[in-house]
């Protein structure tokens, strides 16, 4: 079995707009069924693609985001790494049933895990680090036949002419050593993540799509994009030329992307709500929360940005200042609601924030959580963690250049299903692929896995 990753792709770029471009995905799609792959909550590369492949929502993986904040404290945070997930992946369930395995990037994918064959890093390796390929004999070999092996590049930017560059050229060193790998040993499975239309989707989106809100008729970085849809299905072309038939390919995305519409001020408008309480004046524009003097006697709740606002509560006798009693926790919880789904955009309309508690959305909360979930204009509008503005509504990103954001839709497409070769088939959803995985390979799918085999692809 082979499974291509691509981040960050929707379906209406890959079986739409970009499809005429893409010759080898056209091939692809007359012996495969393929749709809409949801994503999950929140719809983050981390977690979404452990959640892959291991068949469990991020609640029983304990991983929700980018970066998550300590238990006990304020402002320390850590970035989740392949020994944060505490479920087993896919490639684990194969490795102990005796089957090689070969993982290419699959994120959180540092230190390197030792599975039962090969498992390079991820686009989250320290850029110092050294031992990011297992086994580490491997390493000069993958740097040999890459040219220098790279993970990923700078991209909230504005030299955009140098990220279009660097991403060519890493997508293809990913490639080329995935096609290297692939002819050492008959694989049993094999994966390989490439996170560039992720960052092509960040950069030049609004060079694209004439509905942004920042649209700019830019030929050259519209071509850009093309191009890089072609390089990615002339490279996923290659590779597949060695590909025997009697493999079943999987290509899939973690979810989506979108237009963004602009940035929340979150903590601002929790200021402005009475909930967060400064010491002095306002702090200038940009400042993070961790460098303003707060208040803690007097705040109840504060929030991280990003896709989805991550907000905390000031819980006594849970972090060091804590003024909220639990017994108050449920009243407070249902105001702070009501009050975030009355916010208005600044043209009046609703900004639809969907609120979500982790303890209700996911069968179990592991790992450090936020106390609240919270997607504004279904993930259209980013949330800003920064503070200090004169309004609650910023058109860019508040940590740098930024065009898109990600939606919950993202693409499968599977060969040699049992029914409708060449066929659209309904929406699927993520959390399957794993187990329908392990299916398909004639191992046991344990039944306390939360996903469970697509029937239509055996």
Not at 105 to 124: K, R
Not at 369 to 385: E, H, I, K, Q, T
Not at 431 to 439: N, S, V
Request: aromatic share 12%; proline share 9%; net charge negative.
């Amino acid at each position: 079995m082979l499974v291509i990753g691509l981040d960050s792709v929707p379906p209406e770029l890959l079986f739409e707009r970009y499809l005429p471009l893409m010759p080898n995905i056209q091939k692809l799609l007359k012996r495969s069924v393929h749709g809409t792959l949801r994503s999950v909550d929140p719809p983050i590369t981390v977690p979404a693609w452990a959640v892959m492949f291991s068949g469990m929502d991020p609640g029983s993986l304990g991983v929700y985001g980018f970066r998550h904040r300590r238990p006990g404290t304020y402002w320390d945070t850590y970035i989740p790494t392949s020994r944060t997930i505490l479920q087993p992946m896919v490639w684990d369930r194969l490795g102990r049933a005796g089957k090689r395995v070969c993982i290419i990037g699959m994120p959180p994918g540092y230190p390197p895990p030792a599975v039962n064959g090969v498992y390079i890093s991820d686009f989250l390796t320290p850029p110092s680090a050294k031992d990011y390929v297992h086994p580490a004999s491997l390493k000069e070999e993958v740097d040999r036949v890459s040219g220098g092996y790279e993970f990923d590049v700078t991209f909230r930017a504005d030299d955009r002419d140098r990220i279009g560059d660097q991403l060519f050229e890493m997508t293809r060193k990913h490639f080329a050593v995935a096609r290297h790998l692939w002819a050492k040993e008959p694989w049993d499975f094999f994966a390989l993540h490439e996170i560039g239309p992720d960052r092509i989707h960040h950069t030049f989106w609004k060079f694209f799509d004439e509905q942004h809100p920042r649209y700019e008729p830019q030929p050259k970085f519209r071509k850009l994009v093309e191009d890089y849809y072609r390089l990615m299905d002339e490279e996923i072309g290659k590779f597949l030329a060695l590909v025997p038939d009697d493999v079943r390919i999987f290509i899939v995305s973690d979810h989506g992307s979108q237009a963004m519409k602009g940035c929340f001020c979150i903590n601002d408008w929790l200021i402005q709500k009475g909930y967060l309480t400064l010491k002095g004046p306002r702090p200038k524009a940009g400042t993070p929360l961790e460098k303003a003097a707060i208040d803690w006697s007097k705040t109840k709740a504060w929030g991280s940005g990003g896709y989805y606002a991550r907000i905390f509560y000031n819980l006594r006798g849970r972090e060091p200042e804590g003024i909220i009693a639990p017994a108050d926790l449920p009243a407070f919880e249902a105001q702070l609601t009501r009050d975030l789904q009355a916010v208005r955009s600044p043209d009046g309309v609703s900004l639809d924030a969907d609120v979500r508690v982790p303890a209700q959305v996911y069968r179990e909360v592991r790992g450090d959580s936020p106390d609240l979930m919270v997607y504004f204009g279904n993930v259209a509008w980013r949330s800003a963690g920064t503070l200090g503005y004169d309004t609650l509504f910023l058109a860019e990103n508040d940590t740098g250049p930024d065009d898109s954001v990600h939606s919950f839709d993202g693409v499968y497409l599977v060969t040699d299903p049992a029914e409708g070769a060449g066929t659209k088939g309904p929406t699927e959803k993520l959390i399957d692929i794993g187990p329908t995985i392990l299916g398909l390979m004639g191992q046991p799918v344990p039944a306390d896995l939360q996903g469970r085999p697509i029937a239509r692809f055996r």
